[in-house]
């Protein structure tokens, strides 16, 4: 039982658009909602995450939006650039204080200049 | 150190032997993680450590699977009689407990 499902699998933007991958999940007893980029060859890097308290999150161009009744998150990058094309991968958590954590499948972004 | 730290990067096993994979996680950082990522998926838990306890096996996929942190710091997975669904990239990532991972760049195995 896949508890984590990630949209789109691959994604292609124009440079300066917007970017936008979605994750919903099932167990609501999760609390927190990271999203971690990938590149080639490396281990996947914290970008952004969010706690169910509140609906949304600014860091940056990066922004994830939360509904806690629809059980989904989505991760926005404003003004995409080409350096952001890479692996993407939402998860959730039950202990936000580094309990395990169930992945997404992943979004490969495309970037094109 | 600064970051995760994995040894070996590559690991060429043939099948049906040991191997021995060892994370360095960052100075202080309480808790460690070991993840299985297979080609085109997102990482799979495997293993939970806080200190040297070892709090959660439930993602280790068999019996050939083990692994430790005897001193509360360096972390070693070892997988016996490696098959070729063993072949993956294993993750190891540590956290202060506030925040969420930082990983390491993996080891990645291939079983022939």
């Known amino acids: 039982q896949q508890q984590v499902k990630q949209s789109p699998q691959s994604l292609i933007v124009q440079k300066g658009g917007i970017s936008i991958i979605n994750c919903a999940y099932e167990?609501?007893?999760?609390?927190?909602f990271p999203w971690y980029q990938q590149f080639p060859g490396k281990g996947p890097a914290l970008l952004i995450a969010?706690?169910?308290?509140?609906s949304e999150k600014k860091e940056g161009r990066f922004t994830i939006s939360f509904n806690k009744s629809a059980k989904q998150f989505s991760l926005h990058i404003m003004d995409s650039q080409p350096g952001d094309s890479a692996t993407y991968f939402c998860?959730?958590?039950?202990?936000?204080?580094?309990?395990?954590?169930?992945f997404g499948d992943g979004t490969t972004l495309t970037v094109k200049p | 150190g600064a970051g995760v730290s994995q040894s070996p990067r590559y690991k060429v096993a043939k099948r049906g032997q040991d191997v021995a994979l060892r994370c360095d996680p960052i100075?202080?950082?309480?808790?460690l993680f070991w993840y299985q990522q297979a080609l085109g998926q997102g990482p799979e838990f495997l293993t939970y450590?806080?200190?040297?306890?070892?709090?959660?096996k439930s993602g280790l996929p068999s019996d050939r699977f083990f692994a430790e942190r005897p001193e509360g710091s360096v972390s070693t997975l070892k997988i016996q009689r490696t098959q070729q669904e063993d072949s993956a990239v294993y993750l190891c990532?540590?956290?202060?407990?506030?925040?969420?991972?930082?990983f390491g760049s993996g080891t990645r195995l291939t079983v022939v």
């Open positions: 990532a540590s956290s202060s407990g506030r925040h969420g991972y930082t």
């Open positions: 167990n609501t007893a999760f609390d927190y």
């Open positions: 969010i706690r169910p308290d509140v």
């Open positions: 998860a959730a958590s039950i202990n936000t204080n580094a309990g395990k954590s169930t």
């Open positions: 100075s202080g950082h309480v808790s």
């Open positions: 450590f806080q200190n040297e306890a070892q709090l959660d």
